[in-house]
T-cell receptor
Framework: AQSVTQLGSHVSVSEGALVLLRCNYS??????LFWYVQYPNQGLQLLLK??????LVKGINGFEAEFKKSETSFHLTKPSAHMSDAAEYFC?????????FGKGTRLHILP | DAGVIQSPRHEVTEMGQEVTLRCKPI?????LFWYRQTMMRGLELLIY????????DSGMPEDRFSAKMPNASFSTLKIQPSEPRDSAVYFC??????????????FGPGTRLTVL
């Protein structure tokens, strides 16, 4: 069965520090993977996606993620956190026509 | 493009009343999804349509929930009768499915439903 696991429901980082949000997946077929961000009182917004090809994927707002098949991971990173990055982040896996979402990680930015 | 449009943005109703949520997907997208988000259960897929046809409604909680997509530019999610436990944020999302793979889903701003 295909699934997505996000490690840590809450992550806190200082402004200017590295952001690392962890995501592991389980899939019997080559996966399509996504990261979404949800700001307060808004819908989910696509940050980036991996389909095929280059394993390092760059997204909006300076975020990037690396697909590592050997580790079944798709962690999200940003070199320097900004206060505006405070939000909830969802890792997701495509299955047929549907997307399976992880439970989300709330990112807190400390001044 | 205006993105996915949902209405109303907020709905407060009393238990037993009928509630209708509306969604206009992005023009040209061929799939539409309805989700429900709560603190307790997270993001749940209720139903999705492809080319206006319901493909999977296994996430619909019970018979009180129904969804329609009469054309490519409009969908409704109806709850009748509504109950307090239906209180949640309901999201509509659309996407374009092509042979090459998914492009990702684009979400509307959501409808916050409160059933008293």
């Amino acid at each position: 069965a295909q699934s997505v696991t996000q490690l840590g429901s809450h992550v806190s980082v200082s402004e200017g520090a590295l952001v690392l949000l962890r995501c592991n997946y389980s899939s019997s077929v080559p996966p399509y993977l996504f990261w979404y961000v949800q700001y307060p009182n808004q819908g989910l917004q696509l940050l980036l996606k991996y389909t095929t090809g280059a394993t390092l994927v760059k997204g909006i707002n300076g975020f990037e993620a690396e697909f590592k098949k050997s580790e079944t991971s798709f962690h999200l990173t940003k070199p320097s956190a900004h206060m505006s990055d405070a939000a909830e982040y969802f890792c997701a896996l495509n299955r047929d026509d549907k997307i399976i979402f992880g439970k989300g990680t709330r990112l807190h930015i400390l001044p | 493009d205006a993105g996915v449009i949902q209405s109303p943005r907020h709905e407060v109703t009393e238990m037993g009343q009928e509630v209708t949520l509306r969604c206009k997907p992005i023009s040209g997208h061929n799939s539409l999804f309805w989700y429900r988000q709560t603190m307790m259960r997270g993001l749940e897929l209720l139903i999705y349509f492809n080319n206006n046809v319901p493909i999977d409604d296994s996430g619909m909680p019970e018979d009180r929930f129904s969804a329609k997509m009469p054309n490519a530019s409009f969908s409704t999610l109806k709850i009748q009768p509504s109950e307090p436990r239906d209180s949640a944020v309901y999201f509509c999302a659309s996407s374009l499915l092509v042979v090459q793979g998914p492009w990702g889903q684009f979400f509307g701003p959501g409808t916050r439903l409160t059933v008293l």
